[in-house]
């Protein structure tokens, strides 16, 4: 039986083990895999907790990525969601990890940046994929054409998510969203809940957690084309305490009082929605259904590593700054990985690069998420606070909506 390993000196024998040789060799060999990889000396952040610096050779130059590595065997080490109290707003990982007294942590998903195709919409700042933070649903995946980052690889959909499990051990899973409005005989199928993107003829619901975002652009695009137009046909209704409160014609923004739903369609959707009328009785009910079982943490992005193997059609071509998560040891161990942005590491690793790297450090599956100017890894400095690890493309942290943090109790 493989014996638990717990503090630095287990860590890094076993960093040490997977991948301690410096020269890239065996079956990576020329599939997209970088030329080199050279590791620098471990640290300890927290028990069960290390850091350290790693250097690759990708084939658009050279790369340098700084890497968490999480022992969940260890129980005081947990993972959790890192976000700024609602979905639907941004910032930067080091606040995110202050706050939360995270002793290690990196960004998280994609996001909607921009609404340039828009004009006069607002970007919700609100991320792609499902969240669950505390074993709480925050949010459902928006439409695959209306995501923001690179291609995905194939059989990949918004749906997939790095997630930790009640049982503590990490995987990769899919969170599929599952809501029903009731009134009366009357039965309605939601198609998104807290989302910045609702499908065609679809309606959304809206809780606290969003955040005073506006809803606006939830009506905007299409499933396939995040650039089209907005609908013309909307509808938003209010239910407080059970009871519709009120309805208008227009999305809208600011928060959502306690106790309140909002539920808003579009084209079609908002026809359906116009059944109801202000005092009707209204029961709402929404989950995020695991393929793999209960969750307790999960965020969105894709995977690239899948029991060892790189995922097909992954970008072996466009090199980029990155970030990534890296699944070991039977889901009890987490490899937390970002690459730096200096000017002279920026042309980064292609997604093939990447997956390969990850199964070189040691990971049977993994998982990309955002990267470039997003991409950030903190560990709590000497002064209690989070001190940014990695050299952001930018040049300084971008806000981001969420991340993954590492708590020790």
């Given at each position: 039986m493989r014996a638990v390993l717990t503090g630095l000196v287990a860590w890094a024998s076993l960093v040490a083990g997977s991948c301690g040789a410096t020269a890239w060799a065996g079956p990576d060999a020329g599939s997209g895999a970088p030329d080199a990889l050279s590791l620098g000396a471990p640290a300890a952040v927290a028990p069960g907790v290390g850091y350290r610096e790693c250097s690759l050779k990708g084939g658009h130059g050279p790369a340098h990525g700084h890497l968490l590595t999480v022992d969940l065997r260890e129980k005081r080490v947990s993972v959790d969601l890192l976000y700024p109290g609602v979905v639907g707003a941004r910032e930067s990982v080091s606040r995110l990890a202050d706050r939360r007294g995270a002793v290690g942590g990196v960004n998280g998903d994609f996001f909607n940046i921009a609404e340039e195709q828009h004009p006069g919409v607002e970007a919700t700042g609100a991320p792609v994929g499902p969240a669950v933070a505390g074993g709480r649903a925050l949010k459902s995946a928006v439409p695959d054409g209306q995501r923001f980052g690179p291609a995905m690889p194939r059989g990949v959909t918004t749906e997939d998510v790095l997630a930790v499990g009640t049982d503590r051990v990490?995987?990769?899973?899919?969170?599929?969203?599952?809501?029903?409005?009731?009134?009366?005989?009357?039965?309605?199928?939601?198609?998104?809940?807290?989302?910045?993107?609702?499908?065609?003829?679809?309606?959304?619901?809206?809780?606290?957690?969003?955040?005073?975002?506006?809803?606006?652009?939830?009506?905007?695009?299409?499933?396939?084309?995040?650039?089209?137009?907005?609908?013309?046909?909307?509808?938003?209704?209010?239910?407080?305490?059970?009871?519709?409160?009120?309805?208008?014609?227009?999305?809208?923004?600011?928060?959502?009082?306690?106790?309140?739903?909002?539920?808003?369609?579009?084209?079609?959707?908002?026809?359906?929605?116009?059944?109801?009328?202000?005092?009707?009785?209204?029961?709402?009910?929404?989950?995020?259904?695991?393929?793999?079982?209960?969750?307790?943490?999960?965020?969105?992005?894709?995977?690239?590593?899948?029991?060892?193997?790189?995922?097909?059609?992954?970008?072996?071509?466009?090199?980029?700054?990155?970030?990534?998560?890296?699944?070991?040891?039977?889901?009890?161990?987490?490899?937390?990985?970002?690459?730096?942005?200096?000017?002279?590491?920026?042309?980064?690793?292609?997604?093939?690069?990447?997956?390969?790297?990850?199964?070189?450090?040691?990971?049977?599956?993994?998982?990309?998420?955002?990267?470039?100017?997003?991409?950030?890894?903190?560990?709590?400095?000497?002064?209690?606070?989070?001190?940014?690890?990695?050299?952001?493309?930018?040049?300084?942290?971008?806000?981001?909506?969420?991340?993954?943090?590492?708590?020790?109790?």
């Open positions: 990490a995987r990769l899973d899919r969170l599929r969203f599952e809501g029903v409005v009731r009134s009366g005989d009357d039965e309605l199928e939601l198609s998104g809940f807290n989302q910045y993107a609702l499908p065609v003829g679809g309606v959304g619901a809206y809780t606290p957690d969003w955040g005073t975002a506006s809803r606006l652009r939830a009506t905007c695009g299409t499933d396939t084309d995040r650039g089209a137009p907005c609908s013309r046909t909307t509808l938003e209704v209010t239910v407080r305490d059970g009871r519709v409160a009120a309805v208008s014609r227009r999305p809208g923004k600011g928060a959502i009082p306690r106790g309140s739903v909002v539920l808003l369609g579009r084209d079609g959707g908002a026809r359906d929605l116009s059944r109801l009328e202000v005092g009707d009785r209204v029961e709402v009910s929404k989950r995020l259904r695991s393929r793999e079982g209960a969750v307790s943490f999960a965020l969105g992005g894709f995977p690239i590593l899948r029991d060892g193997r790189a995922l097909g059609g992954l970008d072996a071509a466009t090199a980029a700054v990155r970030t990534a998560a890296g699944v070991a040891d039977h889901g009890r161990r987490l490899y937390l990985l970002a690459l730096d942005g200096r000017a002279e590491y920026r042309a980064g690793l292609t997604l093939a690069e990447l997956a390969a790297a990850m199964r070189k450090l040691g990971a049977v599956d993994a998982f990309n998420l955002d990267g470039g100017g997003s991409s950030t890894l903190v560990t709590r400095g000497s002064g209690g606070r989070a001190a940014v690890r990695n050299h952001p493309s930018g040049g300084a942290e971008r806000a981001v909506p969420n991340g993954i943090g590492v708590f020790v109790k």
